[in-house]
């Protein structure tokens, strides 16, 4: 080539034990090539050389086969997988929530993604809208969980396509474990809460909708009463469990988050309270957390289906918790001089 011809590299001694003579005293060199997804084929081509090599200009790495040889170890068959380990264990975090009150489900997570001790990227989203009326706050491995949110999101539009009606939260959590249980004992790390609002009737009832037209009160009352309408909140993990509670919270700042939702949510709180109650209780969770923090994600569920407040940044919330400090630190400041004074 050109490039070797002015560098003077046919000359050199790297260049005779790349290329000996014998590589270019035949005018056609026939070569083999290895298909690189299946290596029982083997396909022989011959190519004239004209005075060029047909190798490529690499180094030889010890322990390496040339590039016209079949590789002497056995080749595992396409269908088995090779389990590869990390070089080092990585430590999931995150911070979720959800509870059922009298206005709804509120669903709440933070924003950081990290993989050990690495702020991964600090604006995820972690809460993810499978349709009109039904959400998903996912904590684990992200790519295990975006990968089964989106599965879950086809499978229910296909089961409304068949069907022509929205498949069940319920009968949706069912769905989600059935698919994760053959995982189970693998390194699948998928932890989903399901919030949601039922509008419809359960899959197992053939009844017809009523013709009657109700107010929207009382089609919230009886939303509410019925078992198979209303509010539903349900986690799913990748072993396959299912569990139907009214206030959850997974993650590694769970158990701060679980001592602010266990001493102050109670069902006929308003929705500023709930909403106030559930960044609360991200704030807390991120404040003694190193894995969670930066931002809080707020969704409220009703029978109208889901909405979402605009992304706050917790330092907004550490700050008003300072001004509430101050303002309770004043507050007995002057009881306690009132006090003296009497």
């Known amino acids: 080539m050109a490039l070797e011809d002015v560098c003077g590299f046919e000359e050199t001694l790297l260049h005779r034990k790349w290329f000996p003579a014998s590589y270019l005293e035949d005018a056609a060199t026939s070569y083999h090539t290895v298909d690189s997804y299946n290596f029982g084929l083997r396909q022989e081509k011959s190519v004239g050389n004209n005075g060029t090599p047909l190798h490529f200009l690499l180094p030889a790495l010890p322990y390496s086969t040339t590039f016209n040889q079949r590789p002497s170890f056995p080749v595992p068959p396409a269908s088995h997988s090779v389990t590869v380990r990390r070089p080092f264990p990585l430590s999931h975090g995150t911070t979720t929530l959800g509870f059922i009150f009298q206005g709804g489900v509120i669903a709440a997570a933070d924003t950081r993604a990290s993989a050990g001790g690495l702020v991964a990227c600090p604006a995820v989203h972690k809460i993810t809208p499978i349709h009109s009326h039904l959400v998903v706050t996912s904590s684990g491995s992200g790519a295990d969980c975006m990968l089964w949110e989106r599965i879950l999101a086809r499978e229910i539009r296909l089961y409304q396509l068949r069907y022509r009606r929205r498949l069940s939260i319920r009968g949706t959590a069912k769905l989600l474990s059935f698919m ?100 609360e209780a991200v704030f807390r969770a991120t404040h003694r957390d190193a894995y969670s923090g930066n931002n809080v994600d707020l969704f409220h569920i009703t029978a109208k289906g889901w909405s979402q407040r605009k992304r706050e940044d917790l330092k907004e919330e550490y700050y008003r918790d300072m001004e509430r400090r101050a303002k309770r630190a004043e507050e007995r400041k002057r009881l306690t001089e009132l006090d003296a004074s009497r």
Do not use: M, N
Not at 182 to 190: D, L, S
Not at 199 to 210: G, I, L, M, N, P
Not at 215 to 224: E, F, G, K, M, P
Not at 251 to 260: L, T
């Open 180 to 279: 994760l249980h053959p995982f189970k004992g693998t390194e699948v790390c998928v932890a989903l809460t399901l919030c949601g609002w039922d509008k419809e009737a359960s899959d197992t009832d053939c009844v017809q909708k009523s013709e009657d037209s109700f107010s929207l009160d009382a089609t919230a009352i009886a939303d509410s009463a019925s078992p198979h309408r209303g509010p539903k909140l349900i986690y799913v993990c990748s072993d396959g469990a299912r569990l139907q509670g009214d206030v959850f919270s997974v993650g590694s700042g769970s158990p701060y988050a679980y001592g602010v939702l266990d001493r102050e949510l109670r069902w006929t709180l308003s929705k500023d309270e709930a909403v106030s109650l559930a960044r």
